[in-house]
């Protein structure tokens, strides 16, 4: 009888290790070290294991073209600082995001990483807000002098071939374009929070919200929701474009809020807390469904997700890069 209890405890012990050994080896860790100082910025964004770039917080750029062991700096514009409420918007190799100065003079920014070329568009008092691709066509949403919206459309030249108001809804966070339709989230305090999808400025469909945090695309037939209560709850929704149907395929506590979510086909990392510097990492390997954990450490706002790899620039000399195991 003791053979048997040995034998069996023996066999559960094997399995366990077994189980545990692969659910840590999903994701490795390694460092990249850059020889020369690399200033921390407030975006970063690879295209491929060498071409990359970091956005200063003045209007410097920082490009790589050997995985992030040397960087070169760049002045944009002298005076201007890059313009951190609006998300910049990644089109293959470009980037597209905003600078301004003093006096709230704006310049949309267009940045190749592959050769570190950059365009730029004198959009004078205008306050941007939006990036889009329509039809193979720019679309940049500002806010004229009288709070009106207006739409431009840009050709590859950063030449505007039109100009129209526009009555969308009021929405917040990002905005998502699929085949003329739009998704976004509506997140105003003292009101009724939802998540919205509509075609020609017209609403058609409305999911009502707690307090979302963030919206991402996941495919050109779904989208990601995390939504937030006061109970320090997140609830992880996708939406199916086709069935038109809102789920809830995860649900996490412990946690106040959700401030940034990086996707790359099924992988998503999202970062918790509240502080503007540093957040904790959770890590989802199938879309959204289950989450872990990505160690206890501490990471500061300027990382990316590129392919199964996510980089984190903690500062001066040190990016660290996770590698997650599908």
């Known amino acids: 009888m003791s053979n048997k209890w040995f034998i069996l405890n023996f066999v559960f012990s094997m399995l366990f290790m077994f189980f545990s050994c692969g659910r840590n080896n999903r994701v490795s860790q390694s460092e990249i070290k850059p020889n020369d100082n690399?200033?921390?910025g407030w975006y970063m964004h690879f295209t491929d294991?060498?071409?990359?770039v970091v956005f200063g917080d003045r209007a410097y750029a920082f490009y790589t073209k050997d995985g992030g062991l040397t960087w070169v700096e760049q002045e944009i514009m002298e005076g201007y600082r890059f313009y951190?409420?609006?998300?910049?918007?990644?089109d293959n190799d470009n980037i597209y995001s905003y600078i301004y100065n003093d006096v709230?003079?704006?310049?949309?920014l267009r940045y190749n990483i592959k050769d570190g070329i950059f365009s730029l568009l004198e959009c004078k008092d205008t306050r941007p807000c939006f990036f889009?691709?329509?039809?193979?066509?720019?679309?940049?949403?500002?806010?004229?002098?009288?709070?009106?919206?207006?739409?431009f459309s840009l050709n590859d030249s950063l030449q505007v071939i039109n100009k129209t108001e526009c009555e969308f809804p009021k929405f917040s966070l990002n905005l998502i374009c699929i085949d003329d339709t739009f998704y976004s989230c509506k997140r105003f305090s003292g009101n009724k929070n939802s998540f919205l999808i509509w075609t020609d400025s017209v609403i058609k469909q409305c999911f009502e919200m707690k307090d979302p945090c963030c919206i991402e695309k996941l495919s050109n037939s779904r989208i990601i929701i995390v939504d937030s209560d006061s109970q320090n709850n997140l609830y992880v929704y996708e939406y199916d474009i086709e069935k038109k149907?809102?789920?809830?395929?995860?649900?996490?506590?412990?946690?106040?809020?959700?401030d940034v979510l990086l996707v790359s086909n099924d992988v998503l990392v999202g970062f918790?807390?509240?502080?503007?510097?540093?957040?904790?990492?959770?890590?989802s390997l199938d879309g959204g469904h289950t989450w872990e954990k990505l160690g206890e450490q501490v990471f500061y706002r300027n990382k990316c997700?590129?392919?199964?790899s996510l980089l984190i620039n903690c500062g001066g000399l040190r990016i660290k890069k996770f590698d997650f195991i599908q």
């Open 38 to 40: 690399l200033i921390e």
């Open 245 to 258: 149907s809102l789920i809830e395929i995860s649900r996490l506590s412990g946690y106040e809020g959700m």
């Open 49 to 52: 294991s060498l071409h990359g």
């Open 132 to 151: 889009w691709k329509q039809n193979d066509t720019l679309k940049l949403m500002l806010r004229d002098k009288n709070k009106k919206k207006v739409v």
């Open 84 to 90: 951190p409420y609006s998300k910049p918007f990644v």
């Open 305 to 308: 997700l590129r392919g199964n």
């Open 104 to 108: 709230h003079a704006y310049s949309l």
């Open 272 to 283: 918790v807390s509240k502080h503007i510097y540093y957040n904790i990492a959770i890590y």
